[in-house]
């Protein structure tokens, strides 16, 4: 795994996977440290001249009229780490920790937070040396990530816990055991440890990353029910389409007729009915919004993941270290609650689609899809299994950026809830996945009984990985095995989803097999 460079302006959602799942190396870029070492000089010329600045030479929060001492600002860092450790909950899984450091240190070196250079340092000598600082699941209202970044704080400072080679370690000793050594905090330092949104924007980016696959999942098989429902593909004619050109449908639908290209369905005369069910039919139309959402939901997570995320900022052209609100952040945190209704949306259409596979009078097929007929029950239990998935995803897919908003009474009267609305993501996605295994599963058979006599390229590669691994369906047996066998071994394949971006990739026009999905260049290899 070749390493990530951080510049405080480039990062991409691939280098958060990479660095987050992967363990790559972290290194700075060589203009990094120059200019931290300028916005540093406007703090300490602030400092010295004492200034009037928010959280540097004043207090935070309601205690911002509050002038400190000069001689208690080094103090004051350390306090505002520890008096702001306040999360709560099971520890956050290391891939999302490596995450939220990523995104801070990113932060930081994009300039403006005015830290010392030793900070962002430390930060990715402990990604480098997997020191995972243990923070709490809940704290974070979406005014910065306060009350859980402080534990990332405590643990640069030699307090805390961290996890290190397996084990949970004070603080300082996890520090040690990694040959590294605590840091000590000059002014502004405490601050920058907890400001920004570095939790909501390290778990957005691997959401999204993760949702696009997952949208390339949900049209690779939604591709192999049209197959075994011999679904009628004229709704995805770019001439139907063009006739109102909502967001990413026909983006959606080139993808799904790049999927059956090679079989019978392309043309609509091979379809069995003239108009289909709603969740056949409009396809292109529920994904395209899928599309559209991630799209959105990258506009407003890059600056997050790219920019500064401080208050107050250093602006060193001009010397100066003025208030800041680009600590919240409105737009990620409706973004990602778009992005959670367009994902339900996506849900509720693949159990329907299932639904409609086990109805004979609809399908043209035997009654749940069992080749002994209704004496015996089928894939008719996994019904059950869907609407409980579905049920799931719709209650997590509750907005959340209109929750109460407050905060430190007279000043802190608004928050956003955005570190909620990206870890809620992830559990959306994988019920989600396991959702496209059932619809993936049931499709399987549905073309093995259907039998037609040529299959598209995408749903003959998914209906062959999928027999590898689960056989077609005689005589009554648990199917739950097979769907979780399907969810991990090829919807959660490396292998299938590279096979699967460059078919969709291809369908798109995508030259030299990269696809651009939420904003985020993938290269990938060439299908099976």
């Given at each position: 795994?070749?390493?990530?460079?951080?510049?405080?302006?480039?990062?991409?959602?691939?280098?958060?996977?990479?660095?987050?799942?992967?363990?790559?190396?972290?290194?700075?870029?060589?203009?990094?440290?120059?200019?931290?070492?300028?916005?540093?000089?406007?703090?300490?010329?602030?400092?010295?001249?004492?200034?009037?600045?928010?959280?540097?030479?004043?207090?935070?929060?309601?205690?911002?009229?509050?002038?400190?001492?000069?001689?208690?600002?080094?103090?004051?860092?350390?306090?505002?780490?520890?008096?702001?450790?306040?999360?709560?909950?099971?520890?956050?899984?290391?891939?999302?920790?490596?995450?939220?450091?990523?995104?801070?240190?990113?932060?930081?070196?994009?300039?403006?937070?005015?830290?010392?250079?030793?900070?962002?340092?430390?930060?990715?000598?402990?990604?480098?040396?997997?020191?995972?600082?243990?923070?709490?699941?809940?704290?974070?209202?979406?005014?910065?990530?306060?009350?859980?970044?402080?534990?990332?704080?405590?643990?640069?400072?030699?307090e805390g816990s961290a996890e290190f080679a397996g084990e949970v370690l004070d603080g300082g000793t996890a520090l040690r055991r990694a040959g590294l050594a605590p840091a000590v905090l000059g002014p502004k330092d405490g601050h920058v440890l907890c400001s920004a949104s570095p939790l909501a924007a390290g778990q957005g980016a691997l959401a999204l990353h993760e949702a696009a696959a997952?949208?390339?999942?949900?049209?690779?098989?939604?591709?192999?029910?049209?197959?075994?429902?011999?679904?009628?593909?004229?709704?995805?004619?770019?001439?139907?389409?063009?006739?109102?050109?909502?967001?990413?449908?026909?983006?959606?639908?080139?993808?799904?007729?790049?999927?059956?290209?090679?079989?019978?369905?392309?043309?609509?005369?091979?379809?069995?009915?003239?108009?289909?069910p709603v969740s056949l039919r409009c396809a292109a139309q529920v994904h395209g919004a899928l599309h559209a959402a991630l799209g959105f939901a990258d506009a407003a997570l890059r600056p997050e993941l790219n920019g500064c995320g401080d208050n107050p900022v250093v602006l060193p052209d001009t010397g100066e270290i003025l208030s800041s609100g680009n600590f919240h952040t409105p737009a990620?945190?409706?973004?990602?609650?778009?992005?959670?209704?367009?994902?339900?949306?996506?849900?509720?259409?693949?159990?329907?689609?299932?639904?409609?596979?086990?109805?004979?009078?609809?399908?043209?097929?035997?009654?749940?899809?069992?080749?002994?007929?209704?004496?015996?029950?089928?894939?008719?239990?996994?019904?059950?299994?869907?609407?409980?998935?579905?049920?799931?995803?719709?209650?997590?897919?509750?907005?959340?950026?209109?929750?109460?908003?407050?905060?430190?009474?007279?000043?802190?009267?608004?928050?956003?809830?955005?570190?909620?609305?990206?870890?809620?993501?992830?559990?959306?996605?994988?019920?989600?996945?396991?959702?496209?295994?059932?619809?993936?599963?049931?499709?399987?058979?549905?073309?093995?009984?259907?039998?037609?006599?040529?299959?598209?390229?995408?749903?003959?590669?998914?209906?062959?990985?999928?027999?590898?691994?689960?056989?077609?369906?005689?005589?009554?047996?648990?199917?739950?095995?097979?769907?979780?066998?399907?969810?991990?071994?090829?919807?959660?394949?490396?292998?299938?989803?590279?096979?699967?971006?460059?078919?969709?990739?291809?369908?798109?026009?995508?030259?030299?097999?990269?696809?651009?999905?939420?904003?985020?260049?993938?290269?990938?290899?060439?299908?099976?």
């Amino acid at each position: 795994m070749s390493g990530v460079v951080v510049d405080g302006r480039t990062l991409s959602y691939d280098d958060v996977v990479a660095v987050a799942h992967h363990g790559a190396e972290v290194v700075l870029a060589d203009d990094v440290l120059p200019r931290l070492a300028r916005d540093r000089a406007v703090v300490d010329d602030v400092v010295d001249r004492q200034v009037p600045t928010y959280g540097l030479t004043t207090g935070l929060g309601t205690r911002s009229s509050y002038a400190l001492p000069r001689a208690e600002l080094e103090e004051f860092s350390v306090r505002t780490v520890r008096g702001r450790a306040n999360a709560v909950g099971d520890p956050l899984p290391v891939p999302l920790v490596r995450a939220a450091l990523l995104a801070r240190v990113n932060g930081i070196a994009g300039g403006g937070s005015g830290a010392r250079a030793e900070i962002p340092r430390l930060l990715v000598d402990m990604l480098n040396a997997r020191v995972h600082p243990v923070i709490p699941e809940v704290g974070s209202i979406g005014a910065s990530d306060l009350c859980q970044m402080a534990h990332v704080g405590l643990v640069v400072i030699g307090e805390g816990s961290a996890e290190f080679a397996g084990e949970v370690l004070d603080g300082g000793t996890a520090l040690r055991r990694a040959g590294l050594a605590p840091a000590v905090l000059g002014p502004k330092d405490g601050h920058v440890l907890c400001s920004a949104s570095p939790l909501a924007a390290g778990q957005g980016a691997l959401a999204l990353h993760e949702a696009a696959a997952v949208l390339t999942l949900a049209q690779a098989v939604t591709a192999l029910t049209y197959e075994g429902f011999r679904a009628n593909t004229s709704p995805l004619d770019p001439r139907v389409l063009d006739l109102r050109p909502a967001p990413g449908q026909s983006r959606a639908a080139a993808e799904l007729l790049g999927f059956l290209d090679g079989g019978e369905l392309g043309d609509p005369r091979y379809a069995r009915r003239v108009q289909d069910p709603v969740s056949l039919r409009c396809a292109a139309q529920v994904h395209g919004a899928l599309h559209a959402a991630l799209g959105f939901a990258d506009a407003a997570l890059r600056p997050e993941l790219n920019g500064c995320g401080d208050n107050p900022v250093v602006l060193p052209d001009t010397g100066e270290i003025l208030s800041s609100g680009n600590f919240h952040t409105p737009a990620l945190a409706l973004a990602f609650d778009t992005l959670a209704l367009a994902l339900t949306q996506t849900a509720s259409l693949s159990a329907e689609r299932m639904r409609r596979l086990l109805a004979p009078a609809v399908s043209g097929l035997p009654a749940n899809l069992s080749p002994y007929g209704p004496e015996r029950s089928g894939f008719a239990p996994l019904a059950k299994t869907a609407q409980a998935l579905v049920a799931e995803i719709r209650m997590l897919s509750a907005p959340v950026c209109t929750d109460p908003r407050h905060g430190a009474d007279a000043v802190e009267d608004d928050s956003t809830n955005a570190a909620l609305g990206a870890r809620r993501l992830a559990t959306v996605l994988v019920r989600l996945r396991q959702l496209l295994a059932v619809e993936a599963v049931v499709a399987a058979q549905a073309v093995d009984l259907a039998a037609p006599s040529a299959l598209g390229r995408g749903p003959r590669f998914l209906h062959r990985v999928i027999r590898e691994i689960v056989p077609r369906l005689d005589d009554d047996r648990p199917c739950g095995v097979d769907v979780e066998a399907v969810d991990r071994d090829i919807l959660g394949s490396d292998d299938v989803r590279s096979a699967l971006r460059t078919l969709a990739g291809e369908a798109s026009g995508v030259v030299g097999g990269a696809t651009v999905v939420a904003g985020a260049s993938t290269v990938v290899g060439e299908a099976p």
